[in-house]
């Protein structure tokens, strides 16, 4: 089955960095556009950025030009790097894996990412 893991999370000072990787299995990692989402209570889950699987790269309007995103399909790798870290980017943050054939996502667990002021 689908599995998503993510690893990365934590606490981070503002004004800091964090990278966040997500492995995918039981699928191919490849063939699917890749994605990371955040939700922050009380909000709606959001994107923040995605790698399609051409590499063709989204990003949200939240963290655009403060972060980079990456895959790497022969470790089944996406990678997610922000910069310029606020406390407005305190959330759970949530790898996607979109398959366009049959218009399904799936999800990871989430990883909580928490920015002291």
């Known amino acids: 089955q689908v599995q998503l893991v993510e690893s990365g999370g934590g606490l981070v000072q503002a004004g800091g960095s964090l990278r966040l990787s997500c492995v995918g299995s039981?699928?191919?990692?490849?063939?699917?556009?890749m994605g990371w989402y955040r939700q922050a209570p009380g909000k709606q889950r959001e994107l923040v950025a995605l790698v399609s699987s051409g590499y063709s790269e989204v990003y949200g309007d939240s963290v655009r030009g403060r972060s980079s995103i990456s895959r790497a399909n022969a470790m089944n790798t996406v990678s997610l790097q922000i910069d310029s870290l606020k406390p407005d980017d305190t959330a759970v943050y949530y790898c996607g894996a979109y398959d366009a054939i049959t218009r399904r996502t799936y999800w990871g667990q989430g990883t909580q990412v928490t920015v002291s002021s």
């Open positions: 039981g699928f191919s990692f490849s063939s699917y556009h």
